[in-house]
T-cell receptor, first 111, second 114 residues
Framework: DAKTTQPNSMESNEEEPVHLPCNHSTISGTDYIHWYRQLPSQGPEYVIHGLTSNVNNRMASLAIAEDRKSSTLILHRATLRDAAVYYCILRGMNRDDKIIFGKGTRLHILP | KAGVTQTPRYLIKTRGQQVTLSCSPISGHRSVSWYQQTPGQGLQFLFEYFSETQRNKGNFPGRFSGRQFSNSRSEMNVSTLELGDSALYLC?????????????FGNGTRLTVT
């Protein structure tokens, strides 16, 4: 089962870009990379996902390494509302693939 | 568009009892998955249903079971509750099977076993 590794916590200043890394060295060719974030007392919220190419949406950008063994979630301009736990997970097309969440990265935003 | 709804929001049960949690997915979503979240173990996958069929199951004992109805609503059941089952139980829905479709989570059911 594919697994991801993220730093336990990170800090960033408000209004500055944030780069959240994720390692997934055992990723298979059919695994999609998903990012979610969880605010206190809420369920996780979808942020972005991709397979091979970099992806952009209104919330963030996802940069995927050429060998796909790592990826980076980019918040272009952090706000206090971005303080959350960010999870990077893999999901494959095979029916038996299990969804494995790591501990995530707790992002602190400094005003 | 209404989000994923989980009921009840809070639940207190006694060891040995059983419990049923309910999840109503976003309209049109056919996939529902369930997760257990605890401070020690984090988010752990329980099972995934797609069009009433269980597609995948996590590493949990048989006391944990679920089902999905024809309207995509889902329930999970935990029998013979143990203290360690105290957790936040989260449900998520997606339009297709998860791998290429965003998951939309509810706010969970907080289960306390005493």
């Amino acid at each position: 089962d594919a697994k991801t590794t993220q730093p336990n916590s990170m800090e960033s200043n408000e209004e500055e870009p944030v780069h959240l890394p994720c390692n997934h060295s055992t990723i298979s060719g059919t695994d999609y990379i998903h990012w979610y974030r969880q605010l206190p007392s809420q369920g996780p919220e979808y942020v972005i996902h991709g397979l091979t190419s970099n992806v952009n949406n209104r919330m963030a950008s996802l940069a995927i390494a050429e060998d796909r063994k790592s990826s980076t979630l980019i918040l272009h301009r952090a706000t206090l509302r971005d303080a959350a736990v960010y999870y990077c997970i893999l999901r494959g097309m095979n029916r038996d693939d299990k969804i494995i969440f790591g501990k995530g990265t707790r992002l602190h935003i400094l005003p | 568009k209404a989000g994923v709804t989980q009921t009840p929001r809070y639940l207190i049960k006694t060891r040995g009892q059983q419990v049923t949690l309910s999840c109503s997915p976003i309209s049109g979503h056919r996939s529902v998955s369930w997760y257990q979240q605890t401070p020690g173990q984090g988010l752990q996958f329980l099972f995934e249903y797609f069009s009433e069929t269980q597609r995948n199951k996590g590493n949990f004992p048989g006391r944990f079971s679920g089902r999905q109805f024809s309207n995509s609503r889902s329930e999970m059941n935990v029998s013979t509750l143990e203290l360690g089952d105290s957790a936040l139980y989260l449900c998520a829905s997606s339009f297709e099977q998860f791998y290429n479709s965003p998951l939309h989570f509810g706010n969970g059911t907080r289960l306390t076993v005493t």
